[in-house]
């Protein structure tokens, strides 16, 4: 199974930031990765698909990129309804297997 | 716009069989591809497999001994099964939809049901 790594795994940041979290797959992946955000005790949302490819009704402000291994995910201005989790995940082969989740919370 | 609601026994013993169903509201169960996926208490995500509207399967090798994936094109429905259950099944089962079986982003998700393996 593919390995995805996200770092960090937890981190802290204000209002008006802009802040980069990073996924990493254990082997390469094409732009086969999407990006979801979770809040408390909710489903996920689907942010982003084929590694930059934003989903429909999701703010500009997310923005992801990279491909191969490497991949990011940037909010370019945090706002208050952003302090969540977030978890990438590689559709490039069965299974699909998702990041440990890198949990964004308020400064 | 599409809804998915899954409902089940909250509870089930070890060694027994979870079931599951998801029911699609707001459109057609015929398109798109439909998935189970759980997340135990304060973890993350596994995906546990799909089924197409026309029935084919496809399952996380780590449970496909265990996991049977069916659709009911006529009740707008899919179901999980789970067999031979242990403390480790213990999560928040999501019913969710990918567009195509090589775009497996999931684009519509249900709530969440929380399911306890216990005696």
């Known amino acids: 199974a593919i390995r995805m790594t996200q770092s960090p795994s937890s981190f802290s940041a204000s209002t008006g930031d802009r802040v980069t979290i990073t996924c990493r797959a254990s082997?390469?992946?094409?732009?086969?990765l999407a990006w979801y955000q979770q809040k408390p005790e909710k489903a996920p949302k689907l942010l982003i698909y084929?590694?930059?490819t934003l989903q429909s009704g999701v703010p500009s402000r997310f923005s992801g990129s990279g491909s191969g291994i490497d991949f990011n995910l940037t909010i370019s201005c945090l706002q208050s309804e952003d302090f969540a989790s977030y978890y990438c995940?590689?559709?490039?082969?069965?299974?699909?297997?998702f990041g440990q989740g890198t949990k964004l919370e308020i400064k | 716009q599409v809804q998915l609601q899954e409902s089940g026994p909250g509870l089930v013993k070890p060694s027994e069989t979870l079931s599951l169903t998801c029911t699609v509201s707001?459109?057609?169960?015929?398109?798109?591809?439909w998935s189970w996926i759980r997340q135990p208490p304060g973890k993350g995500l596994e995906w546990i497999g799909y089924?197409?509207?026309?029935?084919?399967?496809n399952y996380n090798p780590s449970l496909k001994s265990r996991v049977t994936i069916s659709v009911d094109t006529s009740k707008n429905q899919f179901s999980l099964k789970l067999s031979s259950v242990t403390a480790a099944d213990t999560a928040v089962y999501y019913c969710?939809?990918?567009?195509?079986?090589?775009?497996?982003?999931?684009?519509?998700w249900g709530q969440g049901t929380m399911v306890t393996v216990s005696s």
């Open positions: 995940q590689q559709y490039y082969s069965n299974p699909y297997t």
């Open positions: 084929a590694a930059s």
């Open positions: 707001g459109g057609s169960i015929s398109s798109y591809y």
């Open positions: 089924v197409s509207y026309s029935g084919s399967a």
């Open positions: 969710a939809t990918s567009r195509s079986s090589t775009l497996v982003s999931f684009h519509m």
């Open positions: 082997q390469g992946i094409s732009s086969y």
